[in-house]
T-cell receptor, first 113, second 111 residues
Framework: DAGITQSPRYKITETGRQVTLMCHQT?????MFWYRQDLGHGLRLIYY???????DKGEVPDGYVVSRSKTENFPLTLESATRSQTSVYFC????????????FGSGTRLTVV | GQSLEQPSEVTAVEGAIVQINCTYQ??????LSWYQQHDGGAPTFLSY????GLEETGRFSSFLSRSDSYGYLLLQELQMKDSASYFC????????????FGAGTRLFVKA
């Protein structure tokens, strides 16, 4: 199916564990993004990528790692999960050119216990 | 850095007009976007203003004043389904892809 998909939809993990959130898009969009959403903070940019093998930090990158070996995939890894990383994580993609809006995935609700 | 201010909540009556304001501070400004998000859903793109003035898309309009670092989203003929959170977002950074979102405005539409 065409679109942007995130997996898993829900995840519970323990403090200190490594966890990877997956994001896959079928449009061959150049740009991809990871945001986290917490009550009262709106959406905060974690990392973004302009193309395969090109990534850059956003507002809140600490504790997260990203990679982009293929254009269609942009996984987000929490190297050692902490309770403060409990959040809803949204992946998004965009065509090149700033006139285009971002298309968001359905989100992953992550709980760190 | 970049920061945005928007009201936390707005309440309006069905059929009315409501304006949601957004002021921003940023470097390397490319434009102002607006997104809608229903509870439990993903944000969806509504509009984008790169230049000063009003952009109209159906019942929704968005305005930008770059000199005032200010914009607004105007929703006309409000419907119950418009009850949602609305986010303004500033495009900045290199190439305009470091997009920072405001904290969101929760719109309640009453019958």
């Amino acid at each position: 199916d065409a679109g942007i998909t995130q997996s898993p939809r829900y995840k519970i993990t323990e403090t200190g564990r490594q966890v990877t959130l997956m994001c896959h898009q079928t449009w061959s969009h150049s740009y991809m993004f990871w945001y986290r959403q917490d009550l009262g903070h709106g959406l905060r940019l974690i990392y973004y990528s302009a193309a395969a093998d090109i990534t850059d930090k956003g507002e809140v990158p600490d504790g997260y790692v990203v990679s982009r070996s293929k254009t269609e995939n942009f996984p987000l890894t929490l190297e050692s999960a902490t309770r403060s990383q409990t959040s809803v994580y949204f992946c998004a993609s965009s065509e090149e050119g700033t006139d285009y809006g971002y298309t968001f995935g359905s989100g992953t609700r992550l709980t760190v216990v | 850095g970049q920061s945005l201010e928007q009201p936390s909540e707005v309440t309006a009556v069905e059929g009315a007009i409501v304006q949601i304001n957004c002021t921003y501070q940023t470097s390397g400004f490319y434009g102002l976007s607006w997104y809608q998000q229903h509870d439990g859903g993903a944000p969806t793109f509504l509009s984008y203003n790169a230049l000063d003035g009003l952009e109209e898309t159906g019942r929704f309009s968005s305005f930008l004043s770059r000199s005032d670092s200010y914009g607004y989203l105007l929703l006309q003929e409000l419907q119950m389904k418009d009850s949602a959170s609305y986010f303004c977002a500033v495009r900045g950074g290199t190439g305009g892809f470091k997009t920072i979102f405001g904290a969101g405005t929760r719109l309640f539409v009453k019958a």
